[in-house]
T-cell receptor
Framework: RKEVEQDPGPFNVPEGATVAFNCTYS??????FFWYRQDCRKEPKLLMS???SGNEDGRFTAQLNRASQYISLLIRDSKLSDSATYLC????????????FGKGTHLIIQP | DVKVTQSSRYLVKRTGEKVFLECVQD?????MFWYRQDPGLGLRLIYF???????EKGDIPEGYSVSREKKERFSLILESASTNQTSMYLC?????????????FGPGTRLTVL
């Protein structure tokens, strides 16, 4: 199974700032991409899927760069409640194959 | 809302015991998955199933088996628990669609093997 790499951080960011992090994947045939959020001692929860054209959901923007094989997550106007670990996940897609997860980026929003 | 439930939040077992972890989803999803999550290693896929009575090995199937007798239920079995199987175990389910396979996770079972 191919690798998915993330900077583990932690990223310490003041409240209200914009923060971005990337996730690289090695399997060029990957078709499906996701960002999950995981709070301490909780299960991962889907934050957003990542589409080829990029997508935005409120303060969150996800982008896919197939040529360079990475996905990115941008958080604008960060809130204290955004503090969490952000996992990227990649799948061959089209069926039942499990997701390959990065180890996560730990984000801490400071007041 | 998708709901994935796991039979126990915390479990303590002894080395050599047979352990059953149960997972149930209520959204008629075809696909179900078992992962373990360890500090520094992230989430790793143990087994998955895309239909009743079907199973596929993931990245780290050694020491585990699974059972899927009903669509909504996927069980993970540790035939003879060992201390290196102490971990957080997460079950997930997803629809089988061609457009991607968003997975929804249960709350996890934190297993300690003594």
């Amino acid at each position: 199974r191919k690798e998915v790499e993330q900077d583990p951080g932690p990223f310490n960011v003041p409240e209200g700032a914009t923060v971005a992090f990337n996730c690289t994947y090695s399997n060029s045939a990957s078709q499906s991409f996701f960002w999950y959020r995981q709070d301490c001692r909780k299960e991962p929860k889907l934050l957003m899927s990542v589409y080829s054209s990029g997508n935005e959901d409120g303060r969150f923007t996800a982008q896919l760069n197939r040529a360079s094989q990475y996905i990115s997550l941008l958080i604008r106007d960060s809130k204290l409640s955004d503090s969490a670990t952000y996992l990227c996940a990649v799948s061959p897609g089209g069926g039942a194959d499990g997701l390959t997860f990065g180890k996560g980026t730990h984000l801490i929003i400071q007041p | 809302d998708v709901k994935v439930t796991q039979s126990s939040r915390y479990l303590v077992k002894r080395t050599g015991e047979k352990v059953f972890l149960e997972c149930v989803q209520d959204m008629d999803h075809e696909n179900m998955f078992w992962y373990r999550q360890d500090p520094g290693l992230g989430l790793r896929l143990i087994y998955f199933s895309y239909d009743v009575k079907m199973k596929e090995k993931g990245d780290i199937p050694e020491g585990y088996s699974v059972s899927r007798e009903k669509k909504e239920r996927f069980s993970l079995i540790l035939e003879s628990a060992s201390t290196n199987q102490t971990s957080m175990y997460l079950c997930a389910s997803s629809l089988r669609t061609s457009g991607g396979d968003t997975q929804y996770f249960g709350p996890g079972t934190r297993l300690t093997v003594l």
